[in-house]
């Protein structure tokens, strides 16, 4: 039998599957198909199968809520293992040398080596008479990614446009250490408190001063991390819970208040921003996190088995994230560009994506991940000592 803290963490692998999934099909549906209206106009109440299948993936038009879910796992899996030895004791002391190493090391390589990839695709692409609808491939730019200033001093390097995100989770973990001090300090709640009015001082002044401006060079939801603080700290607020330091959530009133706050921020974001969107939708990704690790434990046949292909695409989730847009650069350059009106294309596409970030988790990712291994800390027990793998 499966232990519960194992099963959960199976359950926060097919989350991080699921995330990751959304975010390809989101892409490569808008890259490789032309949509629900193209078709309709073209296809109407057509008798083919395709075409409805084409309709029915409508839904991962919204597939960038992939992003926030990330955020939130994230949180929950860096703070988990910490949030056990705080519920323990107060005066626990962290060694951030280590810590940053292991964050160093687990995240960046692969960056670095998505990075590299993303300029070789977009210069052969470009060689062979394409053009970039985003980013460019100057030295500027490819230093400015290198040190995760992009957005701030120049603009995006190359097509793989979720680069914006990396560079936030790498500014997430050099604010974390305050976060942390705050948490341990004040407790959970009011270090979520702590988090939400830094989210919300900056969204204000975003809003009041027009911030925007600020950074002609941005992209996504970037270049400043302060908007997503709330959202990751909302993570790591789910792993204060299940340590014990705070009360679990539950009734008609948190629910009315996760999903209430989920669909606003689905109207924020449409309306607006990510960066105007990041408060509700940070309420709402952490409704969707803690109802789905709440969900298996009602209901554990769920992740023995619904949830089992999404676990195993959850292991190379962040190869997939970070290399999914390279495997379209490879596609385009094989002279496969374009939307097509047939669903298949944007399947095909989706699945040499989970091919090519399944390699580049083996060559890749792997070694990396054995690196960061070096610098774990001693371990708390199975089940507390995997959460930190994110």
Known sequence: MVSQSKSRLLVVDALRGIAALLVVIYHARADYWVGVSRSWAQNGFSSDPSVWIGYATYPFSYGWFGVQIFFVLSGYCIHRRLAFELAKSRN??????????RRFLR????????????????????RQGGVLTVGELSTRSLLASIFTLQGIVAPMFGTNTVFWTLSIEIHLYLFYPLLFAFNRSHGAKLGLGFAFAVSAAYVGAYLVFDLERLFPYAHGG?????????????????????????PALSGALWHFTWVSALIGGFLLHMLTDEVVSALPLAVGAAGLVYC????????????????????????????LYATHRVAFGIINV??????SAFILKFILAMAFAIIV?????????????????K????????????GERF
């Open 107 to 126: 995240i960046y390589p692969i960056y670095l080596a998505a990075l590299l990839c993303t300029a070789l695709v977009d210069h052969l692409y470009l």
């Open 334 to 339: 094989a002279g496969l560009s374009g939307q």
């Open 292 to 319: 789905g690790k709440s969900l298996e434990l009602k209901l554990p046949w769920i992740s023995s088995r619904l949830l089992l292909p999404f676990v195993s695409l959850g292991v190379v989730s962040y190869s």
């Open 375 to 386: 610098f774990r800390a001693p371990r708390l027990g199975v089940g507390q000592a995997k």
């Open 92 to 101: 626990t002391q962290v060694n951030w040398r280590r810590f940053f190493i």
């Open 222 to 246: 970037g270049p400043i991390f302060l908007p997503f603080v709330f959202m990751w700290a909302a993570g790591a607020y789910l792993a204060d819970i299940e340590a014990g330091r705070s």
């Open 357 to 373: 970030a399944s390699l580049f988790y083996v060559v890749v990712e792997k070694t990396s991940l054995n690196l960061s291994s």
